[in-house]
Each structure stands twice: as C-alpha cells, then as structure tokens.
C-alpha cells in the first residue's frame, strides 16, 4: 500500500529544511523519513502529531484532508 505525503515534503522545502535535518528534528534515521515523503510507509501518529506542533498545521493538513492550515 501506498501513503501519500506530499504536504510534508513541501512544507519541509518551504523552510529550505533536508530531509537529513528533519529527521533529526523527529529522533529518526533519514532513510525512514524519506520513506515517509515518497509514499513508502506510513507515519504513525505519534510522529504527524511532532509534525504539526512543528509546521503549526493541522493534522488534517497534513493528510490532505484540507487545504486550511
């Protein structure tokens, strides 16, 4: 199965963050945020929750649920 992140990959590059940098931000191994970004799993919910305090955004934002922040 096939997750669909775009918004995370796009708010990262709205803060000219890399992948490298986010990963450390989120206490994980770049590889697997990458994994995250291209669709390859699934972000648990404890991590989209550091997402958004992060990017202050919805988690609904996230998801693609909405396009309000």
């Known amino acids: 199965m096939e997750y669909i992140y775009h918004r995370i990959r796009d708010l990262r590059e709205d803060r000219d963050i890399t992948q490298?940098?986010?990963a450390k931000i989120l206490h994980i191994h770049t590889t697997q945020y990458r994994r995250w970004e291209?669709?390859?799993t699934e972000i648990p919910t404890h991590k989209i929750i550091e997402l958004c305090k992060f990017y202050k955004v919805?988690?609904?934002?996230?998801l693609g649920l909405t396009?309000?922040?």
Do not use: Q
């Open 67 to 69: 396009n309000i922040l």
């Open 20 to 22: 490298a940098e986010m």
């Open 58 to 62: 919805s988690a609904d934002y996230i």
């Open 38 to 40: 291209t669709g390859e």
